[in-house]
């Protein structure tokens, strides 16, 4: 399921919406441990997990290079909100019956043309968080991620034409 996208009186937000069949504690963990983390955002990892911690972003290119991310906003098992670019994305878990549902919100201040391939980008992620979260590995697909990068195009593209 693609995400949407809304003009806000801040600039943007992009919701994805997930549910997934697993107790909350698990989808928890595989957003905050980070043997799990990192196995569907490789990048990240997290710091000090508090309102006001920090999580790490590492290049992952041979250079060891890193950058602090300031944690914006947390509670326990609830949300995650941290600085993304210019904007920042939250994570909010709610339990349902047998199940959990996960929203992220990415903010974005102001549209470009990365945008789309930031988008493409979470929602790679999010097949990825599934399959952790079933007990399987996956390596990160880029034909799949060309194909959502095209259809987030679609999606960003009137946004970017009417503000001109």
């Known amino acids: 399921m693609?995400?949407?996208?809304?003009?806000?009186?801040?600039?943007?937000?992009?919701?994805?919406n997930r549910r997934w069949?697993?107790?909350?504690?698990k989808v928890w963990?595989?957003?905050?441990k980070n043997d799990k983390l990192q196995q569907w955002m490789p990048n990240l990892e997290v710091a000090d997990l508090r309102k006001n911690g920090r999580m790490?972003?590492?290049?992952?290119?041979?250079?060891?290079?890193?950058?602090?991310?300031?944690?914006?906003?947390?509670?326990?098992?609830?949300?995650?909100?941290?600085e993304w670019g210019e904007g920042s994305v939250r994570?909010?878990?709610?339990?349902?019956?047998?199940?959990?549902?996960?929203v992220l919100k990415e903010y974005i201040p102001a549209l470009n043309n990365h945008i789309?391939?930031?988008?493409?980008g979470w929602h790679i992620c999010l097949d990825m968080f599934h399959e952790v979260l079933e007990g399987?590995?996956?390596?990160?697909?880029?034909?799949?991620?060309?194909?959502?990068?095209?259809?987030?195009?679609?999606?960003?593209?009137p946004f970017l034409n009417s503000d001109k």
């Open 21 to 25: 069949g697993n107790t909350l504690e």
């Open 116 to 120: 789309p391939k930031d988008l493409a």
């Open 91 to 102: 994570f909010e878990l709610e339990p349902a019956e047998d199940e959990c549902i996960l």
């Open 136 to 157: 399987r590995k996956m390596d990160f697909p880029k034909e799949s991620w060309e194909e959502q990068y095209e259809e987030y195009k679609k999606i960003v593209n």
């Open 56 to 82: 790490k972003f590492n290049m992952n290119d041979g250079t060891g290079k890193a950058f602090d991310i300031s944690i914006l906003d947390y509670k326990e098992t609830s949300y995650l909100q941290f």
């Open 2 to 16: 693609l995400a949407t996208l809304e003009k806000t009186e801040n600039g943007y937000t992009a919701t994805f």
């Open 29 to 32: 963990n595989t957003l905050t």
